[in-house]
């Protein structure tokens, strides 16, 4: 059964991950074992048709719910998009055994980034990234059923393009929770990073894109990555209205 305190730290965490337009399109319904992610229809993302922007968004808050639930000792268990007669149940995440796998180093690195993790608006120090980075963030995406395509070599500020290999909903949900695990470590080396969806909304661009790089895949997120000297954090939403039924 989960704890009312327990509750509330995963969906505050959760609440924190990056979202397209910064719209947060998610709530949460607490039950006696599972923690339902929900999408949020009242908070669309622009002008998102499809529903693209708005699971990858909730995609970025699964992630931030099992990174959550790893740091109370559990094995997150996770169904995505459980049933096709509720489109707005994005997951269901429940508890699994305690203490079975410990969270590694990254985790943790992970983990303590969440407070002062941001989407960056202003400059980015034109200086080296830190070594070994790119090649990670490049794992995290991997590890998620994504890819990280970098368009320049990694040396200083980096423009980067997140891919799937299909472009349906369980690819942006995957998208999204890659997405938030690499803003994530990025920040872990306090390297943020821009992001960029507009120029996806075109059909076209998102076709020409994989052939100018080289790679297969369905383009899902712009980012450029760089150093930058701030703690500052991105508003949430108040916790009163992450929770209950959705219109």
Known sequence: MLRQCHAEYLI????RAPS?????????????DAIELLSDPDRPAGTDASGREMLI??????????LAMRSLGFQPVVEQLPDPAQPRLVARVRPGRW???PMNSLEVRMLAA????????????PGPLPV????GLRNDALVEGAELAFVSPGLGTATAILLTRGDHGADWLHAGQALHRVLLHAASEWVFASLGTQPLGDPV???VIPGQLGVPGHPQMILRFGRAETTASTARRPADELTGPTS
């Open 12 to 15: 505050a965490t959760a609440a």
């Open 20 to 32: 397209v337009h910064n719209s947060q399109p998610w709530r949460f319904q607490v039950g006696e």
């Open 57 to 66: 968004s909730c995609g970025a808050a699964l992630f931030g719910l099992r």
């Open 99 to 101: 203490r079975s796998v």
């Open 114 to 125: 969440v407070p002062h993790w941001h989407a960056h608006s202003g400059a980015l120090d």
């Open 132 to 135: 070994g980075l790119v090649p």
């Open 205 to 207: 661009t998102r076709v």
